[in-house]
């Protein structure tokens, strides 16, 4: 399945792209048959706006989330490499002078968190473009520039510029880890995508250990509000929905290994974080 057409068919998930489906085919059987269709279009609404209340969106990011719970730095292991995923820097296309920092640019800062508390002597970088954009314009340059910005020498940041998802995320970053004699990585990416991505490192023979950021679901007190719908909403619950596909499409492509089994060495014992602290359901890779 080509890149373009993976893109094009994850539209049809889109609780959006989906909802005015089903009330365009609602409208359309009206026509003939109005309760019905009425039904049918009633449904539609409904695919819409439940996704996009703070409450559905809380609950379905959060099932991915709770998975790696945050940990403080210290607390995390050290390695040979800090390998920080890109999809949340905007390189700097004109007019920008700067990169621009998206939702996810938490990864690059936490990359340098993690680099200047010393758990690994050097960053690899993964991200590249997409095939039918300027490939001038590269994300891993765009964080190597932020890194830089945050003290992080240019000398201990490596480049992996080609990958256009996650699984060449990996596959390259693999290749750049044996080249160099790297063993173990601490992995760096959104709470949300970590199941996806640790699995699919572990799929190309990394030894990967998650260091989860971007965590977007926090403790709040729930009004009505939460029952309204919302654009923010919205689309939390479209990226969330996404990765759970994402997901399945990788499983089903062969592109991940299972992180069930391993969810017990996720840390070393001299990291002091020891599994009974989460609950079981973070577990579950």
């Known amino acids: ?23 365009g085919g609602g409208a359309a059987i009206a026509g003939w048959w109005r309760r019905i269709g ?3 279009v009633c449904l539609g609404v409904l695919v819409v706006w439940v996704p996009a209340t703070d409450l559905f969106a809380d609950w379905i990011r959060g099932t991915l989330e709770s998975r790696y719970p945050p940990a403080p730095a210290e607390a995390l292991p050290t390695a040979d490499a800090i390998v920080v995923l890109g999809g949340g820097v905007g390189v700097a296309r004109p007019p920008r002078v700067y990169p621009d920092l ?35 314009f590269r994300e891993a340059s ?41 063993d173990r990585v601490l992995l760096i990416t959104s709470a949300f995508h970590m199941r996806r991505a640790l699995a699919t490192f572990r799929r190309v023979q990394m030894n990967a250990i998650p260091a989860a950021t971007d965590y977007r679901v926090v403790e709040k007190r729930g009004t009505l509000l939460d ?35 391993s969810s017990r060495r996720r840390f070393p014992a001299s990291a002091g974080i020891h599994v009974s602290q989460f609950p079981s359901h973070t577990l579950v890779g």
């Not at 998206?102 to 095939?131: E, W």
């Not at 520039?145 to 390259?172: F, G, M």
């Not at 939390?236 to 929905?241: C, D, L, Q, R």
């Open 102 to 136: 998206g939702d996810a640019s938490d990864r690059v800062r936490h990359a340098a968190r993690l680099y200047h508390a010393g758990k690994a002597p050097v960053v690899i970088v993964s991200g590249g473009t997409l095939p039918w954009r300027d490939r001038h």
């Open 38 to 40: 009425l039904g049918v």
């Open 1 to 23: 399945m080509s890149l373009f057409l993976s893109k094009g068919l994850s539209l049809l998930i889109h609780p959006l792209s989906l909802g005015l489906l089903v009330v």
């Open 227 to 261: 029952l309204l719908p919302s654009a923010r909403a919205l689309a939390e619950s479209t990226t969330a929905i996404r990765e759970y596909v994402g997901y399945w499409v990788y499983d089903w492509r062969g592109w991940i290994a299972g992180v069930r089994e």
């Open 142 to 182: 765009a964080m190597q520039h932020l890194l830089k910005s945050w003290n992080v020498p240019a000398d201990s940041v490596i480049l992996e510029s080609s990958s256009a998802n996650t699984y060449e995320n990996a596959k390259w970053t693999a290749d750049l880890a044996a080249e160099r004699g790297i």
